[in-house]
């Protein structure tokens, strides 16, 4: 049993940055691949990126390219996602996602967060 908790969501102007955390319990946690995931209002809910089981590998979304960027510290069972360069269209509740699969399909994912809120003003 993985269970993950997203942090680090706010309110933040257009062209600043935040850090979003995913921190898991469980002891199979580091053996999963953990995606980011963002739902807007009225939206469906759309991949942002994906790391490895080790944090070797990493695939973002064209939108967050040069922008988001996905690490992985296993020995504290945490993932961050930092998004830079924010824009008003990225407002989301941003999930993280615990998998076998590294994949950009929210339905090989198992495992889910809360979401935390992003809100971009512009």
């Known amino acids: 049993q993985v269970q993950l908790v997203e942090s680090g969501g706010g309110l933040v102007q257009a062209g600043g940055s935040l850090r979003l955390s995913c921190t898991a319990s469980?002891?199979?946690?580091?053996?999963?691949?953990v995606g980011w995931f963002r739902q807007a209002p009225g939206m469906e809910r759309e991949f942002v990126g994906v790391?490895?089981?080790?944090?070797?590998?990493?695939f973002s979304a064209d939108f967050g390219k040069g922008r988001f960027s996905i690490s992985r510290d296993t020995a504290k069972n945490t993932v961050n996602l930092q998004m830079n360069s924010l824009k008003s269209e990225d407002t989301a509740v941003y999930y993280c996602?615990?998998?076998?699969?590294?994949?950009?399909?929210?339905?090989?994912?198992?495992?889910w967060g809360q979401g935390t809120q992003v809100i971009v003003s512009s």
């Open positions: 996602a615990a998998g076998p699969n590294y994949s950009r399909r929210h339905s090989d994912y198992g495992y």
């Open positions: 469980g002891r199979t946690f580091n053996s999963y691949h």
């Open positions: 790391v490895n089981w080790s944090g070797s590998s990493t």
